[in-house]
């Protein structure tokens, strides 16, 4: 458990960063990309796809350092008031979940990355499979921050947020 966690922890910091990374990149291509076409009247082809891969990567990273951190939308208003033991499954229910929807987003983005490895991104020169990276590697994330989480709530500890 003690490498699992070593490894998410860094695994998660870094996650971070790339999704701050591309947030910063984000916002940058489309200032530019703004500037040179209401400005300059010459919006380059790019732009745009560019932008898109990097708010797919904003939100596939940003989730999973929020799965790590315990930051995902909660509603435990109902589950406060059940019994202790109730409380335990529904919370390990939550995380069989989220390891569900980790395992339909690496299913989904491998098949699409499959049926489209073939085809390009005109303005870029890239297959679109390139656009499955983040999704798939999301996907890879959020399943071992769920199997950490699940085996720290087996032995009644917590995960320390990657900050601390």
């Known amino acids: 458990m003690e490498l699992l966690t070593r490894i998410n922890g860094w ?3 870094w996650t971070m960063f790339l999704a701050c990374l591309c947030l910063a990149a984000l916002l940058s291509v489309v200032i530019y990309g703004v500037v040179l076409r209401y400005v300059f009247n010459n919006a380059p082809p790019y732009v745009e796809q560019v932008a898109l891969l990097l708010v797919v990567s904003v939100a596939m990273f940003g989730a999973s350092a929020g799965v790590r951190d315990a ?57 679109e499979a390139f656009r499955y990276v983040p999704v798939l590697m999301s996907g890879l994330l959020i399943t071992s921050f769920s199997i950490e989480h699940m085996i720290a709530q087996f032995k009644g500890t917590k995960v320390k947020p990657s900050w601390h």
Do not use: E, N, Y
Not at 117 to 127: C, D, E, N
């Open 11 to 13: 695994a998660s910091r």
């Open 71 to 127: 930051g995902h939308i909660g509603l435990d208003s109902l589950v406060k008031v059940l019994a202790p033991a109730v409380q335990f499954w529904c919370q390990f229910a939550v995380h069989v979940l989220v390891i569900g929807f980790a395992v339909a987003l690496l299913l989904g983005g491998t098949l699409m990355a499959i049926s489209t490895h073939a085809s390009t991104i005109p303005t870029l020169g890239i297959s």
